[in-house]
Every structure is written in structure tokens, then in C-alpha cells.
């Protein structure tokens, strides 16, 4: 197995790289561990403690850490509130605890600088996945179980089975721990492996052979798969400034429309469901928006629009102390000027004048909400923001990118990067200028 190890793990990376081992203390991260030690790559230890089984997942910690000091390697280890998570972003333990594993893994990955993290899923592990991935309506890629290599992430002992593994931990006399959630049937993985498996064993003894070749044609046809709906894709769908959209009226004359639109927008997080819901969609009035863990998408007039959903930033107070200098939190250069006969105004949108005397700080730039109102430049009547952008022909997008610089009273003195308030232009009367740069 040590021979097969050194074979198998010499396609998967280089000798030079530095791998982080994800070690739970369970008998495959363990015999992971000992097949690493009997080579000479450089590696870590990373263990993730999800809180969800008390004292036993603290002695987990405890036991991992003590493998790491006895193997003189480094030890890192991180404490999630796994259980407030699920309910926070109202997914499973199981996919809390998934995001939160290897969210971590790439994050501790790229500030030790190692360059791959190694899971120590075996053999056995990719037949559960295939039927729990088949009752999930994952499609074909779904069915091609679990790689042996994916970008940064290797499985090295993917090609060992469960009595394998058992057996070289019983032939080096290597300690490990149970976890007591294996042995419980709730979870959809357990009662595969306790009873649908032995089933097809019962009909069956090579069904595991049988099934790894069902797997291996499967990512074989997968793979003409994923090719054509990249070029069908290169076709369908732009990008211009962080926004990736799709023609409708070119989607529309797909056959099997909903699939070619799931494949586009899956990479973004959203599911089956949701692309069924704006097929159904598409005929109607836009402006409805869809949302991912990290991307919304708008069904437009014309397009399907994606873009990723930035933190709203909070408002930003201007003191008068700034004046004359630049904002360099948030790109603004205020300036006072005297106001006086051949004073030039700069025809630029990025620029807005306003009489000083009239401004009262602090300022406040914020994002616009619905019921704001302003007087636009050149015109004597307010004018509710929803309409102006309307008249603007913007898209809820950039509806969302806009930002408002706000007089002390609360008055709208600006609609950055748009239209600046005609109460507070400058006049005749006007003895002082504040020029305010968007930069």
C-alpha cells in the first residue's frame, strides 16, 4: 500500500510542494497522515472543530493536536459555531459545515503558503457520493463522484477501499478515533453505506468494481459534455465590468433551454430550482432578482444579468476638517474656492460645484432608498430619484451602485457621478466655491 501510495501521489503533485493535511482523527485522515510521514513532502496539520458533539469533538481536537507534536509537524486548528451558521444561511449541518471547512482550508492555505490541501476521502467514499449526488438532482457531473484532483484540492488515497485503510491501520498498530455520528442512520450517507450498498453486494460481489467503471464513463462523457456547453456559453454570455450577461432572445431558441441555463448560471451559486423559476420568467416584466450565497442575478428586459454581491459599505461622515483634502476612504477631494468673476467650472461628471455657504457638514454619502427626492441641475421642480434613474434607463444594478452625498440638513446635494441639486448651485450672490471631486 506504502508502494501504491508513493506511485499514486507522485501524478497528483510535485516533491517540492508543501501540503496541508485535513486530519479529523478518524482512521482515514490518520492512515493519510502515517502514508504522508513515509515521504519526504513538507506538510501540516489543519483540523476543524464544528462544536456539534460536545466533549467528544473537543477530545477530537485534543487527539489530532497530540498526533502533531508526536509526527513534530505543524498544528492548526480552527472552532466553528456550525450550528449557527446552518441556521443563519438556512442550509444543512452538513453544507455549513462543508463551506466552512474548506472556506477555512484556502484561507489558511494562501497565509502559510502551502500549495494543496489533501482530504483524506477513500475509495468507498465515491460510491456514497454517487447515490447521494443521484437523489439530489445533481446530473451527470453529480454522478462522476468525487475527482482525484481538483485545483488545489487532492484526495490521495482515493483508490483505496474502506478494508484497506482498516487494514494498515491494524498492520502499524495506529491509534484513531471514532466518531459516533457514523454509526447513525439520520444521515443519508450512514444508512447508504449501512444499507444500500451491502444490498447491491447481496446481488452482486463486485458491484464496487462494476460501479467505479459506471463512474469512469461517466466523467469520460461528461467531459464531451462540459466542452460543448463552454462553447455554447462563449457564445451566450458577456462580461463588461463585473456584470456577466445572457442574451434571452438567443437562449430562448436553445432546445432544452432550462439545462443550458442552469449549466451558465450554476458556477454562480444558483440552483435547479431557481433556473426553472426564471425560465418561467422570461416572457414577463423584468426586474425580478434572484440570489446566491454570493451573487444576484436580475432578469433584465433584454438579459440575465449576474453580478457578484459586494458588502454594503456603511455611510461615510464628512467633517468639515476635510475639506481641501482628499477622501481617500472614499475617492472624494473637497476644495473651497473663491467665487469671482472668470471662475472656470469644469465640465465633468466626476465634478460638482456648489456655494460653500450654503453646505453644512457634516455630509453623509449614502446609498439611495426608495422615496428620495432632489432637485435636479437646471431644473426649478424636485424630482423622486426612482424616477430619474428611470429616465436614465438604469438597471437595478447600477441603481444599486449609486451613491448620494448628502447636505447636513439631509438635503440631497449630489447623485455621485450624475446629477448634482439645483438649491445649492452656484449664483451671482455666491462668494465661495466648494468643488468636490469624484476620483
Given at each position: 500500500?506504502?508502494?501504491?501510495?508513493?506511485?499514486?501521489?507522485?501524478?497528483?503533485?510535485?516533491?517540492?510542494?508543501?501540503?496541508?493535511?485535513?486530519?479529523?482523527?478518524?482512521?482515514?485522515?490518520?492512515?493519510?497522515?502515517?502514508?504522508?510521514?513515509?515521504?519526504?513532502?513538507?506538510?501540516?496539520?489543519?483540523?476543524?472543530?464544528?462544536?456539534?458533539?460536545?466533549?467528544d469533538a473537543d477530545e477530537d481536537e485534543?487527539?489530532?493536536?497530540?498526533?502533531?507534536?508526536?509526527?513534530?509537524?505543524?498544528?492548526?486548528?480552527?472552532?466553528?459555531?456550525?450550528?449557527?451558521?446552518?441556521?443563519?444561511?438556512?442550509?444543512?449541518?452538513?453544507?455549513?459545515?462543508?463551506?466552512?471547512?474548506?472556506?477555512?482550508?484556502?484561507?489558511?492555505?494562501?497565509?502559510?503558503?502551502?500549495?494543496?490541501?489533501?482530504?483524506?476521502?477513500?475509495?468507498?467514499?465515491?460510491?456514497?457520493?454517487?447515490?447521494?449526488?443521484?437523489?439530489?438532482?445533481?446530473?451527470?457531473?453529480?454522478?462522476?463522484?468525487?475527482?482525484?484532483?481538483?485545483?488545489?484540492?487532492?484526495?490521495?488515497?482515493?483508490?483505496?477501499?474502506?478494508?484497506?485503510?482498516?487494514?494498515?491501520?491494524?498492520?502499524?498498530?495506529?491509534?484513531?478515533?471514532?466518531?459516533?455520528?457514523?454509526?447513525?442512520?439520520?444521515?443519508?450517507?450512514?444508512?447508504?453505506?449501512?444499507?444500500?450498498?451491502?444490498?447491491?453486494?447481496?446481488?452482486?460481489?463486485?458491484?464496487?468494481?462494476?460501479?467505479?467503471?459506471?463512474?469512469?464513463?461517466?466523467?469520460?462523457?461528461?467531459?464531451?459534455?462540459?466542452?460543448?456547453?463552454?462553447?455554447?456559453?462563449?457564445?451566450?454570455?458577456?462580461?463588461?465590468?463585473?456584470?456577466?450577461?445572457i442574451d434571452i432572445q438567443k437562449l430562448?431558441?436553445?432546445n432544452n433551454l432550462t439545462t443550458y441555463?442552469?449549466?451558465?448560471?450554476?458556477?454562480?451559486?444558483?440552483?435547479?430550482?431557481?433556473?426553472?423559476?426564471?425560465?418561467?420568467?422570461?416572457?414577463?416584466?423584468?426586474?425580478?432578482?434572484?440570489?446566491?450565497?454570493?451573487?444576484?442575478?436580475?432578469?433584465?428586459?433584454?438579459?440575465?444579468?449576474?453580478?457578484?454581491?459586494?458588502?454594503?459599505?456603511?455611510?461615510?461622515?464628512?467633517?468639515?476638517?476635510?475639506?481641501?483634502?482628499?477622501?481617500?476612504?472614499?475617492?472624494?477631494?473637497?476644495?473651497?474656492?473663491?467665487?469671482?468673476?472668470?471662475?472656470?467650472?469644469?465640465?465633468?461628471?466626476?465634478?460638482?460645484?456648489?456655494?460653500?455657504?450654503?453646505?453644512?457638514?457634516?455630509?453623509?454619502?449614502?446609498?439611495?432608498?426608495?422615496?428620495?427626492?432632489?432637485?435636479?441641475?437646471?431644473?426649478?421642480?424636485?424630482?423622486?430619484?426612482?424616477?430619474?434613474?428611470?429616465?436614465?434607463?438604469?438597471?437595478?444594478?447600477?441603481?444599486?451602485?449609486?451613491?448620494?452625498?448628502?447636505?447636513?440638513?439631509?438635503?440631497?446635494?449630489?447623485?455621485?457621478?450624475?446629477?448634482?441639486?439645483?438649491?445649492?448651485?452656484?449664483?451671482?450672490?455666491?462668494?465661495?466655491?466648494?468643488?468636490?471631486?469624484?476620483?
Amino acid at each position: 500500500m506504502i508502494d501504491r501510495f508513493f506511485l499514486h501521489i507522485s501524478t497528483l503533485i510535485r516533491p517540492s510542494d508543501k501540503v496541508l493535511l485535513a486530519v479529523s482523527g478518524g482512521i482515514d485522515s490518520v492512515v493519510m497522515l502515517h502514508l504522508f510521514k513515509q515521504t519526504s513532502y513538507n506538510v501540516s496539520i489543519a483540523h476543524c472543530n464544528f462544536q456539534l458533539r460536545g466533549k467528544d469533538a473537543d477530545e477530537d481536537e485534543n487527539f489530532v493536536k497530540q498526533l502533531a507534536l508526536h509526527y513534530d509537524i505543524p498544528f492548526y486548528s480552527v472552532r466553528f459555531d456550525t450550528q449557527g451558521y446552518a441556521e443563519k444561511c438556512g442550509i444543512s449541518i452538513q453544507m455549513a459545515a462543508r463551506e466552512l471547512r474548506y472556506d477555512w482550508f484556502h484561507s489558511l492555505m494562501r497565509e502559510i503558503q502551502y500549495d494543496c490541501i489533501a482530504t483524506a476521502h477513500q475509495r468507498d467514499d465515491v460510491l456514497e457520493t454517487f447515490f447521494i449526488n443521484m437523489l439530489r438532482k445533481t446530473g451527470i457531473k453529480g454522478l462522476c463522484g468525487i475527482k482525484e484532483k481538483n485545483e488545489h484540492i487532492i484526495r490521495p488515497i482515493l483508490r483505496f477501499s474502506r478494508q484497506e485503510i482498516i487494514a494498515y491501520a491494524d498492520q502499524f498498530g495506529l491509534a484513531y478515533r471514532e466518531d459516533k455520528s457514523n454509526e447513525d442512520d439520520y444521515y443519508r450517507r450512514n444508512y447508504i453505506r449501512h444499507h444500500i450498498l451491502p444490498k447491491l453486494k447481496q446481488m452482486q460481489a463486485n458491484y464496487d468494481d462494476v460501479l467505479h467503471e459506471t463512474i469512469e464513463i461517466l466523467q469520460q462523457q461528461e467531459a464531451i459534455y462540459s466542452q460543448h456547453i463552454k462553447e455554447v456559453k462563449a457564445e451566450m454570455m458577456t462580461e463588461n465590468d463585473a456584470v456577466y450577461m445572457i442574451d434571452i432572445q438567443k437562449l430562448k431558441q436553445l432546445n432544452n433551454l432550462t439545462t443550458y441555463l442552469y449549466e451558465f448560471i450554476s458556477p454562480f451559486g444558483f440552483n435547479r430550482t431557481q433556473t426553472e423559476n426564471i425560465v418561467d420568467i422570461l416572457d414577463n416584466e423584468s426586474g425580478k432578482m434572484f440570489y446566491s450565497s454570493a451573487y444576484c442575478l436580475l432578469k433584465d428586459r433584454n438579459s440575465i444579468q449576474i453580478k457578484f454581491i459586494e458588502k454594503q459599505a456603511a455611510s461615510i461622515v464628512i467633517e468639515d476638517r476635510f475639506a481641501n483634502n482628499k477622501m481617500q476612504e472614499y475617492r472624494l477631494l473637497l476644495e473651497r474656492l473663491p467665487y469671482c468673476q472668470g471662475f472656470e467650472i469644469e465640465d465633468r461628471t466626476e465634478v460638482a460645484y456648489f456655494d460653500a455657504d450654503k453646505i453644512e457638514f457634516p455630509l453623509l454619502v449614502r446609498k439611495w432608498k426608495e422615496g428620495d427626492v432632489f432637485f435636479p441641475f437646471g431644473m426649478k421642480g424636485s424630482k423622486k430619484l426612482s424616477d430619474f434613474f428611470i429616465d436614465n434607463k438604469m438597471s437595478l444594478f447600477e441603481k444599486q451602485e449609486i451613491d448620494l452625498l448628502c447636505n447636513g440638513n439631509g438635503d440631497i446635494l449630489w447623485v455621485i457621478g450624475k446629477r448634482s441639486d439645483n438649491r445649492y448651485r452656484l449664483t451671482t450672490s455666491s462668494k465661495t466655491a466648494l468643488k468636490i471631486t469624484y476620483y
